[in-house]
Structures are given as C-alpha cells and as structure tokens.
C-alpha cells in the first residue's frame, strides 16, 4: 500500500551528495516490489523507486563541493536501502548521481537506470 507522508528531510554523510529530485523513475523491479514478487526489505518505512533526476544542494564529507548545483541522474536510489527517490530529495552515495547533460530533461534523466541499462545490455551484450 503506497501513502504520503513526511518524514524528516535526508542528510549526506561522508561520501553521499544531497539530490533535490525533479522526476522518479519507475522500473519493472519497483513494481515487483510492490506485487511482492522481488524482494522486500524489512524497513518499517520504505520510500519506492531506484532512479531518478535533479540538482545536487548539499555534499557530504569527502565530495567536492563543486558538485553542489550539479543536475544529475539517480541510480539505484532504493537498492538495499529503505529510501528511494519517490520522494523531494533523497541522500545517496556520490558515485550512483551522475552528471546529467544540460541537452536533457529531468524526466529523461529518470529513465537513464534500469531502463536504459536494460535496453542497452539488450541491444549491445551478448551473453
């Protein structure tokens, strides 16, 4: 069952970026989720979804602060964590906010995750 609700605001630690977030991705191992047919961890509250966009506002210890007010896509925002990026911003490791060219929207930029990674192994990986 999905709710809105507040919870406080994120904070980045050491080696995280602080994203305020323009657009969530979702993808098929989301909805599994929601269906439980995936994995569900056993977080009291779960915020959904693994990608996303928006602008760095805030680094944690260990980031170049130069990312502040960098426009970057989210990966694996929810993987083995309680909080995704179905939320106005999420705290995530520096590596998994990527920078998002200034030619794309945020709405693009939500679907650069799961959805281009899976198309692209589709069209390109031979196994």
Same mark, same amino acid.
């Given at each position: 069952?999905?709710?809105?609700? +507040?919870?406080? %605001? ?6 995280? *970026? ?5 657009? #969530?991705?979702? !993808?098929? #191992? ?14 009291? &509250?779960?915020?959904?979804?693994? %990608?996303?966009?928006? *602008? &760095?506002?805030? *680094?944690? +210890?260990?980031?170049?602060?130069? $990312? ?7 990966? !694996? ?5 309680? =909080? ?5 911003? &999420?705290?995530? /490791? #520096? ?6 060219? %200034?030619?794309?929207? =945020? +709405?693009?930029? /939500? ?9 692209? +192994? #589709?069209? =390109?990986? $031979? $196994?």
């Amino acid at each position: 069952m999905l709710e809105v609700g +507040e919870i406080p %605001d994120p904070v980045a630690g050491p080696g995280e *970026v602080l994203v305020d977030l323009s657009a #969530s991705g979702i !993808n098929p #191992s989301d909805c599994n989720r929601r269906r439980g047919i995936r994995d569900r961890p056993g977080y009291p &509250i779960i915020i959904p979804h693994n %990608d996303g966009a928006g *602008v &760095i506002s805030a *680094v944690g +210890e260990g980031v170049n602060p130069d $990312r502040v007010g960098e426009r970057v896509w989210i990966w !694996n925002g929810q993987r083995r964590r309680a =909080f995704g990026t179905a939320a106005q911003s &999420i705290a995530i /490791a #520096s590596a998994n906010a990527v920078r998002l060219p %200034d030619t794309m929207t =945020f +709405e693009q930029g /939500a679907c650069l995750g799961v959805p281009a990674m899976t198309a692209y +192994e #589709s069209l =390109f990986c $031979r $196994r």
